[in-house]
């Protein structure tokens, strides 16, 4: 298993995805890495954090360019041919590496591995499948952010993209895939929505018909399905309710000695939701659609997460994620084709 | 002041609205209330429930339907002409009432208002703006749900809607404003983001640019303006994901005794976050921009919420709201073909 990481994503490049390649090399014997960016530098960083041990399993490739956090997206593929990002995308378009790991500008990756990989047959546009956890269990939302004005057609695609993600890495049987709109009957909703709706309950998927951003949390489905757009709202709004209420108990468990106290004594309970809430565990989101596999991690991902996300990259290779979508794919449009034929006679 | 009540609205009807009503006259005591609902039913609670006290300050108005909870918006107008909903309308149509509150169905409430009381000169779509509690100060969500396709103009009226709103009722001076987006450069978003962003830089309003999901939470603008499709998401998720982080740090809590030992002693910091972040204390959302005050209570709405959501109303007929709205419009429109002419000439 050969992976591409982005050694100069995220906000702690190159320092935080070196160490995750030494926990990931650690982690699995058969894994082969290309740690792609600014090759002086990484390769005395990497001997510095313990990549000795793994010298033969590993290949340092240069890229001179860095794609800012404030770049334009495509822009960004024309003009930093040489970014770390488009080279670890040439690295699985010619087939040398089987997967891509990047924690750098999402919009970025989305567009190099668009552009040079082109997207699967049958699918018209990639989207970013997020998990996101719950008490109950964790949910997958795509698109989170990969492809922002969609059409019904996009959505359907994400749907039955993601009922095989959901199904092949994270291992539900049968995932209940979700509409995101504000009602449940079919009815509610906007344009785009009302118009999914009616494809989605065509598809072989489990659909149980729309979500609203109430069930999200407390009645999970197992695929949320929406246009990138409002799917990256909901990301970037949960994870900051989350955040702000945590802060805002920390504040008033400070403000007296007894609650100071009673929360020390209580600190486990916090740690653990802390803990099984991280993005951490789940270490990256995969761009589903594209001709190769593609993961984006957290820009903020600690060695833990580059390493989970490299062990996302290897079960998305393993399952075959992408063979599936095709077959899906190729299934459902003749079952269009033999509705259309059909209702023609 | 006199006020139109829809008993019958609310998942707690009739009698959360009528402790409510109780409360709130005794708390104003230049509060007159036209009760609207089953009027025997009603009236008997209501005694029963301390209104004896307050006999001369409020009317019986029968209403000989209800519209229920999972009622079509538009059709419930026109079928159930003689619901509780649309008698408070036409009370505030025909100048009885100054305004109404209910915590029925909301698009029921929405379409009542915008069908019978039309939109104020200027603006072509109302929206609901609610207030959202945050550690730091609240802030107001416009639309959240009133209107789910809309344009950029529609937007634009929220902006300037959503600023009078602030300042009058609020009390936050200069309220800034924050569109909310995908990033925050103007050049980041979807159509109708992109093209809004272009009118709110040209509008007299205090405008911050765009705002994401994670500053909401974190680093609260005074107003956020966004399509209903996207606001009403975005406010059920953040409730969705508040309620589940207090119920997953409840489940941890209690998983031993020393852990449940902590949380007793620390019990007033939880009390104080629930308290603080609860909807009650803001009572209603106004529906901003329909000729006619109207407040759309929350569906679970306690006697507390209902008080508060008359407070609301009271506030808004005093502030002149709605004068103010149109005055600020009719500057805008002329700020807009001087414009228009200066640039032909």
Known sequence: MK??????GGDFAPRNPLLGAVGALQSYPDLFLFLVGDQERIAEEFWRHGGRAF?????????????????????????????SISRCVRLVKEGKADALVSAGHTGAVVAASTILLRTLP???????????????????????????????????????????YSREVLHVPNPR??????????VKGNELTKQAFKLLAQAKINFGGNVEGHDLFEKPVDVVVCDGFV?????????SVAKAVMHWLRSELTQNPLRMFG???????????????????????LLLG??????????????????????????????????RIIQEMRRHCEAESENTAASRA
Chains 1, 2 share one sequence.
Do not use: W
């Open 290 to 323: 594209v001709n190769g596999t593609c993961i984006i991690a957290h820009g903020a991902s600690t060695p833990k997460a580059i390493c989970n996300a490299i062990r996302i990259a290897r079960e998305a290779v393993t399952q075959n994620v992408n063979s």
């Open 177 to 186: 895939v979700g509409l995101l709109s504000i009602g449940t009957e079919d």
């Open 55 to 83: 010298g033969d399993r590993v290949e340092f490739v240069h890229a001179s360019q860095v794609v800012p956090m404030d770049a334009q997206a495509i822009e960004s593929v024309r003009q930093k041919r040489d970014s």
């Open 3 to 8: 992976i591409a990481l982005d050694v100069m």
């Open 231 to 239: 799917g990256n709202v909901v990301l970037k709004t949960a994870e």
């Open 122 to 164: 049958g699918i018209s546009r990639a989207g970013i499948a997020t998990t996101i956890p719950t008490e109950q269990k964790p949910f997958l939302l795509i698109d989170s952010g990969a492809n922002i004005d969609s059409d019904p057609v996009h959505l359907l695609g994400y749907a039955i993209m993601g009922s095989i």
């Open 263 to 285: 929360a020390y004594l209580a600190r486990g309970a916090f740690l653990s939701v802390k803990q099984k809430a991280s993005y951490e565990e789940y270490g990256g989101a």
